[in-house]
């Protein structure tokens, strides 16, 4: 998402139109299309995708169709059984695909895409608002929890509240809005920069989890060896509050080099209101462990917190499939906590 809306901003401030093509319904077994977005440029290049096959076919030439008549428009495709795994859906089902023209260096675009890839720096949770006429895009706005809603005059705060959801709602009459998550609140502290996380740190760096890397050693807390985490830090186990704050948004995944440090970094976890604390180790470990975090005053209730052994149960065995299980275990924790925070 990030990419995207960094190079719809670069194509703008360029004086490039485009069209960004996005999914805003979809029916069938399972919803997983929507919120789908590819941008198709003047060139005919592309970026992101809507699914792939027959509707993402049809859906670049009819963008191409509306960068030629600068025009906004929805259309909607009944898919044939074999159409509908490319979007996530199976046994037939429909989809409706929003087309949006944008013209090179209009200054509003500009300005709310600034706006938005500065987001992709903070800690706050966003949403991106599509107020919908007959006549195409009447706003586009931003809502950041806390505050009001940002570039959408007219609008009212309570037509929006019930819309912010985990996945994009699509509110149909007049008005007609389309709201979706834009950016989360929260960080992945990996602690241990070992085997493990050098696996793990590519892939939910990919998925859209910002990650910060945490190790007592320079060599294995370092940017060049984690090019894609957010931030890396060397420090104590001992006492990791010298160095950062575990709030409730973050997640903690604890993989040190040794059995004490993951006990360590536990223990003061425990004590902080993190959402996710996943710890590495067989089931013996972790028995081990819990007495010791009993003994230490962590009460049986605060230990049903610990996700462990961490990941979800693949069987996996190699530092990458390992990776591959936490990073599941976190989507899944993720989208879990989205239904709970935003369904209040």
């Not at 600068?70 to 159409?83: D, E, I, Y």
């Not at 010298?242 to 006990?263: F, S």
Request: glycine letters at 10%; hydrophobic letters at 40%.
């Amino acid at each position: 998402m990030e990419k995207l809306f960094r190079a719809m901003l670069q194509a703008l401030e360029a004086g490039e139109d485009f069209v960004l093509c996005s999914i805003v319904a979809s029916s069938g077994s399972t919803p997983r299309g929507m919120g789908a977005k590819m941008a198709v440029f003047s060139n005919g290049a592309t970026l992101g995708t809507i699914g792939g096959g027959a509707v993402e076919y049809e859906s670049i030439r009819l963008a191409m169709k509306a960068l030629k008549e600068k025009s906004t428009f929805t259309m909607g495709f009944n898919l044939a059984p074999n159409q509908t795994a490319d979007i996530g859906m199976i046994c037939g089902g429909q989809v409706t695909v929003y087309f949006q023209y944008f013209a090179g260096e209009s200054p509003d675009a500009i300005e709310i895409l600034k706006y938005i890839v500065t987001l992709f720096d903070r800690d706050v949770n966003t949403w991106l608002i599509t107020h919908i006429t007959e006549g195409g895009v009447k706003q586009i706005g931003i809502y950041e929890e806390g505050k009001e809603l940002m570039f959408t005059a007219g609008i009212s705060e309570e037509e929006i509240k019930p819309l912010l959801k985990s996945c994009g709602m699509l509110r149909k009459g007049e008005p007609a809005y389309y709201v979706e998550p834009l950016t989360q609140a929260g960080m992945v502290y990996v602690f241990g920069g070992g085997h493990v996380s050098q696996e793990l740190v590519p892939v939910i760096t990919h998925i859209g989890f910002r990650t910060v890397v945490y190790d007592d050693r320079e060599a294995f807390a370092n940017p060049k060896l984690f090019p894609q985490a957010f931030n890396t830090v060397v420090g104590s186990f001992k006492n990791i509050s010298e160095h950062i704050k575990l709030t409730k948004n973050d997640y903690a995944v604890i993989m040190t080099r040794g059995h004490q440090a993951d006990y360590e970094v536990l223990e003061q976890a425990l004590r902080t209101e993190a959402c996710y604390i996943g710890v590495i180790g067989s089931r013996q470990k972790i028995a081990i462990t819990t007495k010791r975090l009993l003994e230490a005053g962590i009460s049986e209730e605060e230990c049903k917190r610990i996700y462990t052994p961490i990941g979800l149960p693949i069987k996996g065995e190699t530092p990458a499939e390992i990776a591959i299980s936490i990073a599941g275990e976190l989507i899944l924790h993720r989208a879990e906590m989205r239904e709970t925070s935003y369904s209040k």
